[in-house]
């Protein structure tokens, strides 16, 4: 085992899981926590501050093996470095050298090319004199051709346009050959201007049309034009023979001195094309300059790339000589253990789970939608809460017992008191008149027949007449001692009693009307309506108070009925119920109803701190 760990490690081999062979050098590793993943856990390697050194710290539970981590470590990485660095430069100068090589022969190639084109240079440059020469000689002789050619073109020019005035004279434009009568003197003076204007022309056209010939020009025309406008009515038809002989004469010189130009224009262009184009007799030299100087930096180029070639073979090699200056400045010591974070990590676990407690407790308040107490319930409906009730957790729920027993069981006291606060709320709304109560709630078993019950007996201890209607009470007995056959004994005693003695008790002010379960039809369904309202109003005039346990929102075709009948009306909501999204439609309802008092929360726990 020694030995394959000893030949990866000089070969710079990774030791991973496909070295799990014969022997498993990679399960060993890990077994002792000598793989790289055991060991990258406790080890930190960071520049110490802004100095030039980087510290090793290995952490472990055994001194000698931080020590030896952390030095072997080092070391190791100082000879991988050296060795890799060292390669590197060998093989970068084995490169530079090659290239330095190759720059020298074409630095050396550049430069001959360079010396044997200006040994050639001289002797071109003689013939390029002559040449020179020889071109400046027929240079000169297309000048002057072009000069020549110039003139008579002018020339043909002015003979043209004074052909073209002597034609228009002939024509009989301008007065000159007419059937009137003028005198010789005029037609004299009017040739005259002829004349001159056609020299005035011709001297127009030869200056290049100078300014002030076009004057001259100008001004002699007006001049003819006052002498044809003077004598246009003197002129006779001998004078216009002569004036028209004359024009001929004129026409035809005109036109003999036209095809002389003509010739001679033919002949100065014939001798231009035998000199040919202008001639260049520089060029041979200046494409020779042109070539000797693109050697020039060709050779240039090719010495300064060999010289940038070989201060950079020279650097590396100093690099090579002078070597990797790392080492250990310095080894790792054996250190104290380092203090114990055991209380730490108990604080941080003490406070850990109480956070997790409280967060855990806020998340339940926060899911938890129930509805436990009076302002809870107000906030949910946005209706006013009149009062609460609490729990009676004891079996017997006899409503005798809950108002004669004074000390002995707590929740009837404080539901006696809680129902006299309710009673007073109410007892002011049922008044002038309004006192019929209906009582409903979201779902049955909410103790809305439980709170009728104990408002009748709460009203007729104050003396008033009670009227109760309700489904589940068949009589008094029923009422009082909710449904339990052992109170219905101890009811037939009272009442015998009471024959005995003939003592009144409170109960003889609650009459009871049953609702028939048995009857499927709703309220509207028994009478009209009209007859319903004049039985409402007997009952009213026959009794203080009036209270019906209407059916609860579940039924809600009853409820709207019976609410048809009441002047006031409440609603009981049980504590731990939750107002589901169903029951908005009934909330809405109630706010709408002019009756309607509040809330009345029922089985309420109440603590003893509360």
């Not at 007449?465 to 007995?477: D, P, R, S």
């Not at 309202?533 to 108070?545: C, M, Q």
Request: with cysteine; net charge neutral; hydrophobic share 40%.
């Amino acid at each position: 085992m020694i030995a394959e760990y000893q030949k990866r490690l000089n070969a710079n081999a990774l030791i991973s899981i496909a070295d799990n062979g014969e022997i498993k050098l990679f399960d060993i590793l890990r077994s002792f926590r000598y793989d790289d993943g055991s060991l990258s856990k406790g080890l930190e390697i960071y520049r110490n501050g802004e100095s030039d050194f980087i510290k090793v710290v290995f952490t472990s539970e055994n001194p000698q093996l931080s020590t030896y981590v952390v030095n072997t470590l080092s070391g190791d990485f100082i000879n991988y470095y050296t060795n890799i660095v060292t390669t590197n430069q060998q093989q970068s100068i084995a490169s530079l050298d090659t290239i330095l090589k190759a720059k020298q022969n074409e630095m050396v190639k550049k430069n001959a090319q360079l010396l044997n084109s200006s040994a050639g240079a001289a002797s071109n440059a003689a013939n390029a004199m002559s040449a020179q020469q020889q071109a400046d000689v027929i240079n000169q002789q297309i000048n002057e051709a072009e000069s020549q050619r110039t003139a008579v073109v002018r020339n043909i020019s002015s003979l043209k346009g004074a052909l073209n005035e002597v034609n228009n004279k002939l024509a009989g434009s301008g007065g000159y050959v007419s059937s009137g009568s003028t005198s010789s003197a005029s037609n004299s003076d009017i040739v005259s201007i002829d004349n001159q204007i056609s020299m005035a022309n011709a001297r127009y056209v030869n200056n290049n049309f100078q300014p002030q010939d076009k004057a001259t020009l100008d001004s002699l025309q007006r001049i003819k034009s006052r002498l044809l406008s003077s004598s246009g009515d003197k002129g006779s038809s001998s004078a216009a023979a002569g004036i028209r002989q004359s024009l001929l004469n004129d026409k035809i010189r005109l036109e003999n001195d036209l095809a002389a130009a003509n010739s001679m224009l033919t002949v100065v262009e014939q001798q231009l094309a035998s000199l040919g184009p202008r001639r260049a007799g520089g060029s041979v030299g200046l494409v020779n300059n042109a070539g000797q100087a693109a050697l020039a930096r060709d050779a240039d180029l090719a010495t300064k790339e060999y010289s940038d070639v070989q201060t950079q073979f020279e650097q590396t090699s100093m690099l090579a000589r002078a070597g990797i200056q790392l080492n250990i400045s310095e080894p790792g010591l054996p250190q104290p253990p380092n203090p114990s974070k055991g209380v730490l990590y108990l604080g941080l676990s003490g406070v850990s789970s109480f956070m997790i407690c409280l967060l855990t407790l806020l998340i339940v308040f926060m899911l938890n939608t129930t509805i436990n107490t009076p302002d809870q319930l107000k906030s949910a409906t946005g209706q006013k809460v009149l009062g609460c009730l609490n729990l009676i957790n004891e079996e017997n729920k006899d409503l005798r017992d809950i108002w004669k027993n004074t000390e002995s069981v707590n929740d009837y006291m404080i539901y006696r008191d809680l129902l006299r606060s309710l009673r007073f709320e109410l007892n002011e709304e049922l008044s002038n008149g309004n006192n019929v109560l209906g009582i409903t709630s979201f779902a049955d078993g909410e103790g809305k027949s439980f709170l009728a019950g104990s408002l009748s007996y709460a009203f007729a201890m104050m003396g008033k007449n009670v009227l109760l209607i309700c489904e589940n009470h068949q009589g008094l007995t029923s009422l009082v001692t909710n449904n339990s056959k052992q109170k219905e004994q101890k009811q037939n005693q009272v009442f015998e009693s009471f024959l005995v003695k003939k003592e009144i008790q409170i109960e003889d002010r609650i009459t009871i009307l049953n609702r028939n379960q048995a009857n499927s039809n709703s309220l509207l369904e028994l009478k009209d309506v009209k007859s319903l309202f004049a039985g409402f109003k007997v009952l009213k005039e026959t009794f203080d108070i009036v209270i019906m346990d209407i059916d609860s929102s579940q039924e809600m075709h009853n409820v709207k009925e019976w609410m048809m009948f009441t002047d006031k009306s409440i609603a009981v909501f049980g504590a731990g119920n939750k107002i589901a999204a169903s029951d908005m439609n009934f909330l809405k309802y109630l706010s709408s109803e002019k009756g309607f008092l509040g809330w009345v929360m029922n089985k309420v726990k109440i603590t003893e701190n509360t």
